[in-house]
């Protein structure tokens, strides 16, 4: 089992930054892939961002790349997303999920936090 707690939402004009955090406990979070995902009122959950278990190797939805980052530190349990020039089209709530089998697959994450608004005005 793994218990993820993300936080860093808030609320930021276009073009500013946010940075979110994904803390993890529960099994080695270390075996693990990560993943953040957001859904915006009324759409569904989409993918963002997600990074291997080693953190060697990363990806990105096209509409983020070149503005958000994802990295993480196996040896404090976290993931963090750093997202730079925001728009709004980025309001959403940002999801971190872990998967033991790789990042590749959405049906892969079985686990799943809770969730932290983003809101980003024009």
């Known amino acids: 089992q793994v218990q993820l707690v993300e936080s860093g939402g808030g609320l930021v004009q276009a073009g500013g930054s946010l940075r979110l955090s994904c803390a993890a406990s529960?099994?080695?979070?270390?075996?693990?892939?990560v993943g953040w995902f957001r859904q915006a009122p009324g759409k569904e959950r989409v993918f963002v961002a997600a990074?291997?278990?080693?953190?060697?190797?990363?990806r990105y939805a096209d509409s983020v790349k070149g503005r958000f980052t994802i990295s993480r530190d196996n040896a404090k349990n976290t993931v963090c997303l750093q997202m730079n020039s925001l728009h709004p089209e980025d309001t959403a709530v940002y999801y971190c999920?872990?998967?033991?089998?790789?990042?590749?697959?959405?049906?892969?994450?079985?686990?799943w936090g809770q969730g932290t608004q983003v809101t980003v005005s024009s």
């Open positions: 529960g099994r080695t979070f270390g075996n693990y892939a």
């Open positions: 990074i291997n278990w080693t953190g060697t190797s990363t």
């Open positions: 999920a872990a998967s033991y089998f790789g990042y590749a697959a959405v049906a892969n994450y079985g686990y």
